[in-house]
C-alpha cells in the first residue's frame, strides 16, 4: 500500500526535504552499496594528506602521487622536517603545488607539535590544522575514524540543491541543513553516495535523468 499524506504525497513521493534525503539515502544505498573513498590510504594521516591534495584535482592523479610522497615522509615527523621543494617536486602534478606543500608541511609540524602525531578527530582540532576545513575534517573523521561527518564538495552542493534538499550555495551552510536530515552513522557514506551519483549520472552538464534513480521524485527530473 502507498503511504497518503503525512510523509509522502498520493503518489508515494517523498513530500519534504528531509523525506527526500531519507529516500535517496535509501535508494542510493542499494546503488552503490560498495561505495567507498577513492582516495587511497593506510590511515588517517595518509587521507589527511592524500584529501589536502586532493582539492582542484582528481582522486586518480592524487594516487598516483601519494605512494612516492608517504614512501618518503611515512609519518608526520618525517613530513614535518621535509624540505619543502622536495615535496613541491613529488606533488607538482596535483595543481596548487606550492600552497598544498606549504599546507601538509604546516599539517605535519602541527600534528607534531599539538598532537604528538595523533590525527585528532574533534572538529575543531582538525580545522586548526593548516590546510584542513570542514570538508578535508570531515571526509578524515567519517572515513579514517569512524565519527560523523558530511563533506560536502561540489557534487554533494549540486545534487542537495537539485534534490530540493536545501537552497543554500555555501558548503558550510549545505552541511548544517543536511546533517539533522540523515542519523549521524550514515553521514559520511550519505556524502559519498552523493558523489559517485553526481560523476557517474548527475554531472553539472547533461544530468541523464532517465537512468535516475532518484527521478521520480527529484524536483530537478527532466524525465
Same mark, same amino acid.
Given at each position: ?6 510523509? =509522502? ?33 593506510? !590511515? ?9 591534495? @586532493? ?7 592524487? !594516487? ?5 610522497? =608517504? ?21 607538482? %602534478?596535483?595543481? =596548487? ?5 606549504? @599546507? ?33 575534517? !570531515? ?20 545534487? @542537495? ?28 557514506? =550519505? %556524502? ?11 554531472? %553539472? ?15 530537478? %527530473?527532466?524525465?
Amino acid at each position: 500500500m502507498v503511504p497518503v499524506g503525512g510523509t =509522502f504525497d498520493g503518489m508515494g513521493r517523498p513530500r519534504t526535504p528531509a523525506g527526500r534525503a531519507r529516500e535517496a539515502n535509501r535508494r542510493l544505498t542499494d546503488e552503490y552499496p560498495d561505495a567507498e573513498c577513492e582516495l587511497t590510504h593506510r !590511515n588517517p594521516f595518509e587521507l589527511l594528506a592524500a584529501t589536502i591534495l @586532493s582539492a582542484q584535482c582528481t582522486d586518480k592523479r592524487v !594516487n598516483m602521487v601519494t605512494p612516492v610522497l =608517504f614512501e618518503r615522509y611515512p609519518t608526520p615527523w618525517d613530513l614535518a622536517e621535509a624540505s619543502p621543494a622536495d615535496v613541491e617536486g613529488i606533488v607538482h %602534478s596535483t595543481g =596548487f603545488y606550492a600552497n598544498k606543500t606549504r @599546507s601538509l608541511l604546516g599539517m605535519a609540524q602541527r600534528l607534531v607539535e599539538a598532537f604528538e602525531g595523533e590525527v585528532p578527530g574533534d572538529m575543531a582540532d582538525l580545522t586548526s590544522l593548516p590546510g584542513v576545513g570542514r570538508k578535508t575534517a !570531515n571526509v578524515v573523521r567519517s572515513v579514517a575514524l569512524d565519527l560523523p561527518g558530511l563533506p560536502v564538495d561540489t557534487h554533494v552542493g549540486r545534487l @542537495s540543491r537539485r534534490l530540493g534538499l536545501t537552497e543554500a550555495t555555501d558548503p558550510v551552510k549545505v552541511e548544517y541543513e543536511l546533517n539533522p536530515m540523515v542519523a549521524a552513522h550514515d553521514r559520511g557514506d =550519505f %556524502s559519498m553516495r552523493l558523489i559517485l551519483h553526481g560523476r557517474r549520472v548527475c554531472p %553539472s552538464r547533461k544530468p541523464r535523468c532517465g537512468e535516475c534513480v532518484l527521478n521520480d521524485f527529484c524536483p530537478a %527530473s527532466e524525465v
